[in-house]
Each structure stands twice: as C-alpha cells, then as structure tokens.
C-alpha cells in the first residue's frame, strides 16, 4: 500500500510540475505576443498616411473616433490617460493636421476632439491593418480551435479587465 501512496504522490508532483511549466510557457506567450504585436503595429506605420505618427499616436487617433465629436475626458478615459497627458498628445496631433479642436455648442467650456480628412484616414488604415494582422494570425485555425481560443482570451482579459 505504501508504493500506491507515493506512486500517487510522485503522479501530484509530476502534474503540478507540467503545470508550472505550462503557466510558465503561457507567461512566455502572452508577452513575447503583446511585444510581436507592437512591433508589428510600429512597423505598419511606416507608409504614406502614417509616417512621422507614433503608434501612441495613432490610438489616440482611433480613442478619438471616426465621426465623433468627443470631450477630452471622454477620450482620456478610454485611453485611460489623464486629462493632461491628452491635452499633450492632442495638441501635437493637431499641430500635424490630424485633429481639430472645437467648443461645444451648449457649454463654451468643453473643448470637443473631432479628425480631420488626414485623422480619419489614418484611422481607417490603422483599422484595416488590425482586421488583416488578425485574419492572417488565425489563418491556420479550425472554426473551433478559434472559438476556443476566443473564449479563453475573453476569460483571460476579464481577469487583467478587474485588475486594470
């Protein structure tokens, strides 16, 4: 009996081992991914419509909106940036023709975000970009493994979501 205790003992061990190693492996994964994915996305910058932006730039761009007229804090929360660090990236943005600024109608006070032709152009490129870069990268995948892999990431983005 004492053989089937440790057998089992050592099987525990044995599992929770391939299981750090795992966590370790998807650790691995989801960083080395994050950092392909930026790389990609500053490497896509370098064509006509987008060159001179930087890519913090460029997600100021689609916070911003394609035909919206958005208050600062609007767009400073969904960047999750202070009012600050916006009023900063808006006004090199607009020094580059890529956005304007406008008062509101109904309250002179608050300054409302809209793109320009050349805002709006980018975004559309920078959108077009993502459905590509995303198409390609599940390529290889059944119907199934991608709508595993899609609620697994939704999952996993919950958790950094609640953390956030």
């Known amino acids: 009996m004492p053989e089937t205790k440790d057998a089992a003992l050592r099987t525990h061990a044995e599992t929770g081992d391939a299981a750090a190693q ?9 960083s080395d991914t ?5 790389r990609i996305e500053e490497q896509s910058l370098d064509n006509r419509l987008t060159h001179g932006l930087t890519i913090t730039e460029v997600h100021t761009i689609v916070a911003i909106g ?26 090199k943005l607009a020094n580059k023709g890529f956005v304007e ?20 152009q980018v975004l559309r490129a920078h959108n077009l970009f993502h459905h590509q870069m995303i198409d390609e990268a599940l390529a ?25």
């Open 34 to 38: 994050f950092n392909s994915i930026l």
């Open 101 to 120: 600024r406008t008062r509101a109608e109904d309250d002179r006070r608050k300054v409302l975000v809209s793109l320009t032709k050349k805002g709006r």
């Open 66 to 91: 394609l035909h919206e007229r958005n208050p600062m804090n609007v767009i400073a929360a969904r960047l999750n940036v202070t009012l600050a660090t916006l009023t900063t990236a808006v006004n």
């Open 140 to 164: 290889d995948l059944t119907e199934e493994e991608e709508r595993v892999f899609a609620g697994a990431l939704k999952k996993v983005k919950g958790f950094f979501d609640a953390q956030a």
């Open 22 to 30: 795992r966590r370790a492996d998807i650790d691995g994964l989801l």
